[in-house]
T-cell receptor, first 114, second 113 residues
Framework: AQSVTQPDIHITVSEGASLELRCNYS??????LFWYVQSPGQGLQLLLK??????LVQGIKGFEAEFKRSQSSFNLRKPSVHWSDAAEYFC????????????FGTGTSLTVIP | ETGVTQTPRHLVMGMTNKKSLKCEQH?????MYWYKQSAKKPLELMFV???????ENNSVPSRFSPECPNSSHLFLHLHTLQPEDSALYLC????????????FGSGTRLTVV
């Protein structure tokens, strides 16, 4: 069965420090990969996505993610975290040629310390 | 403006009330979804509509009744809810054939008292 794993439930970082949020997926072929961010009381906003090509993708708000096929991972990174980055982050997988099948991870909550 | 608008943003209802949540998308997408997000739980897919036909219903209790009158509008009708139904209800839309990801609304925070 397809699955998306975000091993870190909660992460705390200091403002200005670097950030990496982990995401692993289980699927037989390369899926479409996404990262979403959710601020408190809000819906999910798309940060970035990977379909094919360059394995390092750039997103909004200074985020980037790297697809590593050998590790079935799509980790999200930011070199310097801002206090406004405190939010819930969701990794998601879309399966090619399956229309609407979409799987979300359980999320990682990010706290930023001033 | 995300392109997907949900109303109301907040709703408090008694267990005997009937209310409806509304979702509207202006993105030209042909698939729409209802998700439930409870505290400390994963996102739960409730219903999927593709080309205005319901294609998925994930064992959702009958006190939740979706309606999709056209490709731009999606409703979730609520009646005789339970306190455990209190959650953030998120609507999303996508273009079915591309699977280029979902666009979410801001959600309706529902409290059942």
């Amino acid at each position: 069965a397809q699955s998306v794993t975000q091993p870190d439930i909660h992460i705390t970082v200091s403002e200005g420090a670097s950030l990496e949020l982990r995401c692993n997926y289980s699927y037989g072929a390369t899926p479409y990969l996404f990262w979403y961010v959710q601020s408190p009381g809000q819906g999910l906003q798309l940060l970035l996505k990977y379909f094919s090509g360059d394995t390092l993708v750039q997103g909004i708000k200074g985020f980037e993610a790297e697809f590593k096929r050998s590790q079935s991972s799509f980790n999200l990174r930011k070199p310097s975290v801002h206090w406004s980055d405190a939010a819930e982050y969701f990794c998601a997988v879309g399966l090619p040629n399956t229309g609407n099948q979409f799987y979300f991870g359980t999320g990682t909550s990010l706290t930023v310390i001033p | 403006e995300t392109g997907v608008t949900q109303t109301p943003r907040h709703l408090v209802m008694g267990m005997t009330n009937k209310k409806s949540l509304k979702c509207e998308q202006h993105l030209g997408h042909n698939a729409m979804y209802w998700y439930k997000q409870s505290a400390k739980k994963p996102l739960e897919l409730m219903f999927v509509y593709s080309l205005e036909e319901r294609v998925e219903n994930n064992s959702v209790p009958s006190r939740f009744s979706p309606e999709c009158p056209n490709s731009s509008h999606l409703f979730l009708h609520l009646h005789t809810l339970q306190p455990e139904d209190s959650a953030l209800y998120l609507c999303a839309s996508s273009q079915e054939t591309s699977n280029y990801g979902y666009t979410f609304g801001s959600g309706t925070r529902l409290t059942v008292v």
